[in-house]
Nanobody, 122 residues
């Protein structure tokens, strides 16, 4: 599976962005998908995960209520809607694919996209 993330950019605090992650291959619907982010000088951290069907989602406490994950298996896409953005959300955002519902466990992701940069100004 090859993943391609897009949709990042520069936005003011309180603004919104929609990140997209497109996947190649016919088995997209069999993967749990996750979004992680990495700020300069920090480790990559879990943001959100969604199960194979889209029926189960999980969020980091820091983004709960502000970010929304979704997926479209017909088009091999996963999305992350970012609302009420804060300067501390500034990071490069990565999408990843894995099997088994343990979305926070970064070590078990098989595939990663190249990341898309989100910058939130105050």
């Amino acid at each position: 599976v090859q993943l391609q993330a897009s949709g990042g950019g520069l936005v003011q605090a309180g603004g919104s962005l929609r990140l997209s992650c497109g996947a190649s291959g016919r088995l997209f619907g069999t993967y749990v998908m996750g979004w992680f982010r990495q700020a300069p000088g920090k480790e990559r951290e879990f943001v959100s995960g969604i199960d194979e069907s889209g029926g189960r989602v999980e969020y980091a406490d820091s983004v709960k209520g502000r970010f929304t994950i979704s997926r479209d298996n017909n088009h091999n896409m996963v999305y992350l809607q970012l609302d009420s953005l804060k300067p501390e959300d500034t990071a490069r955002y990565y999408c990843g694919a894995r099997i088994a519902w343990r979305p926070r466990t970064i070590e078990e992701y098989y595939y990663w996209g190249q990341g898309t940069l989100v910058t939130v100004s105050s």
